[in-house]
């Protein structure tokens, strides 16, 4: 017998047959004996809607109500899952975020979960209940609800089954699992069976939407099996788990997923490709190079709470260099502005920028062992006539800024160079 | 400086204009010094449609998985509120049932408050705070969300009021207060200024729709006067207080509202005509005359759930009699079905049922000390032609069930026999 925390995201709730369907799930796994809780986000678009709901009350909702206003929508989903299992005769009880223990700093609408004290989850689960608790939401030190942010309820499933010593927390989405680059780009991309906290922390990073950083960072902190698998079938996903699986945590002695036992001890090369179009080139040039100054450009840009990537500077020449640096092109705009002031602070002679870049990563644990992983994608690229702008590197990652109309060209010689589409 | 209770059903939360209506209503009151307290309902029909929703989940929705989502309504309503309030520059804070100290029973989906601890309402008027409060809500024993049933936000005002012993505690309806008659029957039906608890009580009881008996229930017992006003004018309304304003209750040594302690120490005779549709008469015929026999009537009526309200026995003829009464006539068939089994075991010759009949009843204080209103009521509507079925009559009110087709007639003779039109 396990313990599973399974967590659905809005869309397997957004209607009534949804629900049904996510019901015979939840029901069929605790038919197998496991216990299992169940971790749900609001249906649907509701939270967009409730958003729209207080815009025409005012354009600047109070934060505090926000929170009091958007943790409806998981409570929606709680309930009416908890009644459509109870109905078909299996015992369910829901949960909010505060009744589950779950609590939250003071951070409203993108609080941190600062502790969990399952008590009421415990509890029930000794009752053999399925126990259905709302994602995204805890409970702030002035006992105020609080929410989570984007990614919150996958946030809450693997901190709960952290906090519960879960063998497995299990995320449904409406992709199979983790593939080794955006199948819509990269036709032959396959779906990998398992991937290091590290590489998914990566991927993550370098643009993989499936899940964020923060959840993945809790569930290696606390080594717990993440299981990302399709809402549509019941064959296995990706696993993300620690990178040497003879060491794998089993929590109780039990024994993990076969086909993930099974999946090999050690990770690929590298695990995956990913895309990432949310960046903008920023090029500050004729720089005073003395010292200092990298810090004032740059800490203005932290300032204005604008996340920096990459950055590289050139070599000096007469007294002055260039900057250059990316952004994402939400940050652009206002970047551009606090960067007009620092030029004409440091009197550089120029700031542009260039929102027509695109940066392609790969990713994978097994690069650290395996010199010559950058340089074999350098290599690649320039076969193929593709300029590379700007390239960071990791011990697990390299990252190159490419042209944007080159981008999916990059990915596709990528995933060919390291034989991606091979198991 | 007075401690004010105001309360707003859904129809006054149904939009964002309705919303900011309200807030600017709340501001207004507290901008003129007064502490104020909101307790607000589910915005227009969304109780209706969370509703639908379970329906659509299951046929047989489990009560507290219920209240886990009925109680939403309302807390969308107190935050968007709150947030409306906050943006127009003054200090608000939305409370849940279970945050303001609303403690209920485990009778789930129709719950009764069984004790209120407002730390927090206090501690955030302390703060000069608008204090706004999800209605219709509790926290049971369980430390699990009921509400609170029909009538709910009412009773949440009235007896937040009480504990917080507030001056007044406002109801805001769609209506200006509480009248004569029912003004779409008798249009000379005119507005009260004042009536008491009890006849209040009693008029809910008989027909009248502007508030539930529980709430006025828990007024007179903690003497929270009750002021039943339109939200769409400033006009005063009806205030429900005790019979002998003399010894009004006045918290805190301050005056209550000056056209209500001018509206006279005595209350007229009567106070108002209400009339009852949901009736239906049913009739036991040839039961025999032994003990015991009631008791087995209305005894299986009891233990089916159904509320008998008047009750006549024929006088026995040959070790037989009749026994008519009425039931509501959502509850007709039911009764049919359960009397059919007692007539069968009582050997009693037959069960009839009139859905055609109404009750009108008239009540008022002033009853007690004036002897002859009940025959007065008997001879106006005999001169009219109008026949009387079944007449019940208490301290305070005479009820008559007639044929339906004579009901507003009949209301309209008794409005005018008391003069009820003249103030």
Request: with cysteine; hydrophobic share 45%.
């Amino acid at each position: 017998m396990s313990l599973v925390v399974m967590k659905f995201g809005g869309s397997s709730v957004a209607d009534a047959d949804r629900i049904k369907n996510v019901a015979n799930r939840v029901m069929a796994r605790r038919h197998r004996g496991d216990k299992v809780v169940v971790v749900v986000s609001a249906p649907g678009d509701m939270t967009d809607d409730l958003i729209e709901l207080a815009k025409g009350v005012t354009s600047d909702p109070d934060a505090r109500e926000m929170d009091m206003l958007l943790a409806t929508g998981e409570q929606v989903s709680i309930a009416l899952l908890s009644m459509a299992i109870k109905n078909r005769g299996m015992d369910a009880v829901s949960l909010t975020g505060p009744q589950a223990g779950i609590y939250a700093d003071w951070t409203h609408t993108k609080a941190r979960i600062t502790k969990i004290r399952p008590v009421a989850v415990q509890r029930e689960l000794k009752k053999g209940r399925i126990v259905i608790v709302a994602g995204f939401q805890g409970l702030n030190p002035g006992r105020d609800i609080a929410t989570l942010g984007r990614g919150g309820s996958d946030l809450t499933a693997v901190a709960l089954a952290a906090a519960l010593k879960a063998d497995v927390c299990e995320i449904f989405t409406d992709v199979k699992g983790i593939y080794t680059a955006d199948p819509r780009i990269v036709p032959e991309a396959r779906k990998v069976d398992r991937i290091s906290y590290d590489a998914m922390l990566e991927l993550a990073g370098a643009g993989a939407q499936v899940m964020q950083a923060r959840s993945i960072e809790v569930g290696k902190k606390y080594e717990v099996p993440i299981h990302v698998r399709s809402s549509f079938t019941d064959e296995n996903g990706t696993m993300i788990m620690r990178e040497d699986s003879s060491t794998m945590r089993s929590t109780k002695g039990k024994k993990m997923n076969d086909s993930i036992r099974n999946g090999g001890t050690e990770e690929a090369v590298v695990s995956g490709v990913a895309l990432d179009r949310n960046q903008a080139k920023v090029t500050l040039a004729d720089v005073p190079d003395r010292p200092g100054v990298a810090a004032e450009v740059f800490g203005a840009l932290a300032d204005g709470a604008i996340n920096v990537d990459m950055i590289i500077q050139s070599a000096p020449r007469e007294g002055v260099n260039d900057i250059s640096f990316t952004v994402s092109r939400d940050d652009l705009k206002k970047a551009l502005a606090i960067l007009e002031r620092v030029r004409a602070h440091l009197k550089a002679r120029s700031v542009t920028s260039d929102s027509a870049v695109a940066k392609v990563s790969i990713v994978g644990v097994g690069m650290r062992s395996h010199p010559g992983v950058a340089a074999s994608l350098f290599k690649s690229l320039a076969s193929a006539g593709i300029n590379i702008d700007m390239i960071s590197t990791s011990e697990i990652k390299v990252a190159c800024v490419v042209k944007e109309n080159n981008a999916e060209k990059a990915m596709r010689i990528a995933h060919k160079t390291f034989t991606l589409e091979k198991k």
